[in-house]
């Protein structure tokens, strides 16, 4: 064998090595991944239960409540639809209803939605990015105003 094509030889084994590590880090973090959704988004896609993704919106106000210490269900709004949300554990301090809020969890097959975290605002301005870009896009939220 030459050297040309011992050459070639160990260039396409360390390319065909790289490609398939490549694919198995690829497979393996696709479970991992997590997208944000708005309700206005769920409802038009048809997002399938189990699914597992990040809801963000306004929490829509008169809808929290809280049936002993930890759970807690209430309403999340882009203001084009509504989706509501069941969570057992400890709000963050500064969740209130008409905030801006980030949850993450899976769609139960009631089509409500499952949450193991909230994430709240964290001053009267600021507004998670995905979110404020959803609110823009209907209209809904402004830039520098704090939503009531």
Do not use: C
Request: net charge neutral.
């Amino acid at each position: 064998m030459t050297r040309k094509k011992r050459r070639l030889l160990v260039i396409s084994g360390a390319a065909a090595v790289l490609a398939l590590s490549a694919g198995l880090v690829l497979f393996a973090l696709n479970d991992t991944i997590v997208f944000f959704r708005t309700p206005s988004e769920i409802a038009a896609e048809g997002t399938r239960p189990g699914t597992r993704l990040r809801l963000g919106g306004l929490v829509k106000d008169g809808s929290v409540q809280h049936t002993d210490g930890t759970h807690v269900r209430f309403v999340i709004t882009d203001h084009g639809a509504d989706m509501s949300v069941a969570y057992v554990g400890l709000l963050p301090d500064l969740f209130r209803e008409g905030q801006g809020v980030i949850a993450e969890g899976v769609i139960a097959p009631d089509g409500s939605f499952a949450a193991d975290s909230v994430l709240a605002k964290h001053d009267e301005t600021y507004m998670p990015k995905e979110v404020a870009d959803a609110l823009k896009k209907q209209g809904v939220w402004k830039e520098g105003e704090a939503t009531q």
